[in-house]
C-alpha cells in the first residue's frame, strides 16, 4: 500500500494513506541507506510503501519511493552528518514581512538558493502589508518587488487584514505540497488559517524579546489541505543546505547570474575580479540589484570556509 509520511521523529512515523487515513508505521531491519551520511533516512513527504505485518499487527515501511527532491540540514547533535529535512516538495512559501518582525535580504537570498539547489520553486509572499506605513518599509516592500520580480520569482503582497492576495495564495497554495518558510510571527500561520479555518494552526505574539520570534519547532510537521496538497511547516532554516555546496556551484543558483554567466571569458570564472566578465559587467549596467551580488559574495565566502566554523561549535 502506498503512503506519504507525514510525521518523523524516531522509530515511529505517521503516514497518511490513498484514503486519507493516517497509520502508524516504522522501519524493520536494514533498510537504511548507508550510503548517505544521513541521521534519518525517512523525512515528512517521503513515498513509502507499507505492508501489515501480522506478527506485529503493524505497518512496516517496505520500500522508499525515489525523491523528486529533498532538503537537508546539518545535524545539530552529529558532526558532519545531516538531516532530511522533508522530501517532493513542489514549491516553497518564502513569508517575508517589512517590519514586525523585519526579514533580512540575506534570509530571504539564503533561502532562494537553497530552493534553487534542490529543485523546489519559491514563491515570495510579502505579508502585513497593512501595516507599512514609513517611506523606510514601503521602500522595502517595492524593492523586494522590484529585485525579485525581476530574477524571475513569483511575488505577491498579502494581508489577512485588508485580505489583499489571499485568494492568489490559496491559488498557489492548493493541490502543491508546499514548504512553509519564515521568520517566527511572520504570519505564516495566519495565512494558512484565513483559507484553511479548519487547520486551526496556532497564532503567536511576535515576541518582544528579539523582534524576530522564537522557532520551537524542531521537526517539520505535515498539515493536509482539504482542497488536496499539504503544507510543510519546518524548523529553523538557518542550518540549510548551504552545507553541501561547491562553492563553484553557486553562481548557478542566482538567476540573475546564471543568465549572463555564460559569456564570460573563463568558464570558472567566479565573477568577483577575474576580466572580461559578464555578470560584472551586467552588473554595472544597472541590470540587477547589487545586494542580491553583494549576497552573492558572502555566501562565496561562507563557502569558501567550508566546514569550518562548523566545527569550531
Ligand atoms: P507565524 O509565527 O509566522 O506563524 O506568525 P503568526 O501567524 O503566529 O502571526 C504573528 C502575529 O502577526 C499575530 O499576532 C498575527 O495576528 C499577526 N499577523 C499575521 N498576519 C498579519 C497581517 O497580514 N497583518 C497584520 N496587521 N498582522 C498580521
Ligand atoms: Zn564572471
Redesign the pocket.
Known sequence: MKATITKSTGLWYNAIVENGTVVQCRLKGKLRLDEIKSTNPIAVGDNVILRLDHESNSYIISEILDRNNYIIRLDPHKKAYTQVIAANIDQALI?ATAN?PRTSDGFINRLLIICEAYHITPIIIL?????YTNKKEIDKINEWHHTYTLAGYKVIH????SKEGIADLHTILKANINLLC??????????MNIIYPSLG??????SAFSNK?KHTTTFAEWHTLPDGGAVIDTPGVKEFGLANMEAAELGGYLPEIRRYMINCKFTNCTHRNEPHCAVISALEQGLFNPARYDSYISMMHELEDGLEKWEKK
Open positions: 513569508v514586525a505579508n502585513k502589508i497593512d501595516i498579502t494581508s489577512i487584514m519564515g521568520h517566527s510571527g511572520v504570519g505564516k500561520s495566519s495565512l494552526l496556532k497564532v503567536g505574539p511576535i520570534g
